[in-house]
């Protein structure tokens, strides 16, 4: 009896082994035979940050094809979650890793400073990085690309598509350093145009509807600034605006996608597309990440979301290109 018993034990013990072996996730720490093997830690899903990733790995399989593993790895928004990831893929020893998004680069930056480091979707490497002195490459093992449009045309936008407004709100996450670098600069210009301009910060998810409510509540227009939190919650977002009747022009294409109006946007699949190929140069030709300028997006479009402008009544300009949203 106790032998059938350690046997029948040993057989539930194989098999739960096999569960979860099938509907685990993939180990970042186990290497493929391919040469190079990249993690790649992602913040948090949305539009955005997706097609970044996406121009990323497309751009290392377009020139290395097998020769390449690429472990993507998602954080579910969690700071934390993303330095475990990055640890994980020092301790796995990844030969690249990239950080898409502020919080995904700071991680990797500080689990390891041999291992090249890349950015994407960071609007400003100073800030993330915390270089006082900057001069357009890190000095660091660290280099890449930056998502932000420029800002002095965003709020050209504004005053084009809203001159009679008085108050702008801006909105963002008052944990996301880069949202309080955009507000800041943006801020100053708005000011110069004559625009009463005042924060309206969260500190995440949870009051992100009463936040909104309050600013449309004093505002003409809001302006979001790249913002991670806020491009997770344009649902909620768009739900209270829409109801307000208050504008919303956007950093980025995918927040004003949801909630937007119209936004000055760059191509986050560029973006990304463009570290993947300043990886490549990294891991094949031996470039020095250290001494790499970090890389803007060179082509902006002025769009607009058809849909919000016409419940809102807003007209926008013929070089306007309306939002291809899918089906």
Not at 90 to 96: A, I, Q, R, Y
Not at 173 to 198: F, H, P, R, W
Not at 277 to 293: C, F, H, Q, R, W
Request: glycine share 8%.
């Amino acid at each position: 009896m106790k032998k059938k018993l350690v046997v029948m034990t040993l057989i539930a013990s194989m098999m739960l082994t096999g569960l979860t072996a099938c509907g685990g996730s993939k180990d970042s720490s186990a290497k493929s035979d391919a040469k190079y093997q990249v993690g790649v830690c992602q913040l948090v899903q949305h539009d955005a940050l997706d097609a970044a990733t996406e121009g990323f790995t497309d751009a290392l399989k377009d020139k290395l094809g097998d020769d390449v593993d690429i472990d993507v790895q998602n954080a579910a928004g969690d700071s934390a979650t993303c330095s475990t990831i990055c640890n994980t893929f020092v301790s796995g020893g990844k030969d690249l890793i990239l950080g898409n998004a502020t919080d995904a680069l700071v991680a990797a930056t500080q689990a390891t400073d041999t291992i090249p480091v890349l950015g994407t979707s960071i609007t400003d490497y100073a800030t993330a990085l915390q270089i006082d002195d900057w001069k357009g490459t890190t000095g660091m093992n660290v280099t890449g690309t930056s998502d932000l449009a420029p800002l002095d045309e965003q709020a050209a936008m504004i005053k084009e598509l809203f001159p009679d407004a008085k108050k702008v709100g801006i909105l963002y996450c008052s944990a996301e350093a880069n949202s309080v670098y955009q507000s800041t600069q943006i801020t100053g210009y708005l000011e110069d145009m004559g625009y009463q301009v005042k924060e309206y910060t969260f500190s995440d998810t949870n009051d992100i509807a009463g936040v909104v409510t309050t600013a449309c509540e004093d505002s003409d227009v809001l302006y979001i600034p790249t913002d991670n939190t806020a491009a997770s919650c344009t649902e909620t977002i768009n739900s209270v605006a829409l109801a307000a009747e208050v504008p919303i022009v956007a950093g980025e294409e995918g927040i004003c996608s949801g909630c937007g109006v119209a936004t000055l946007s760059i191509s986050y699949y560029d973006i990304g597309y463009r570290a993947g190929e300043m990886a490549y140069e990294i891991l094949v030709n031996g470039a020095d990440p250290s001494t790499m300028e970090i890389e803007y997006a060179s082509d902006l479009t002025k769009e607009y979301n058809a849909e919000i402008c016409e419940k809102l009544g807003v007209s926008v300009p013929d070089d306007y290109v309306a939002i291809k949203k899918e089906d």
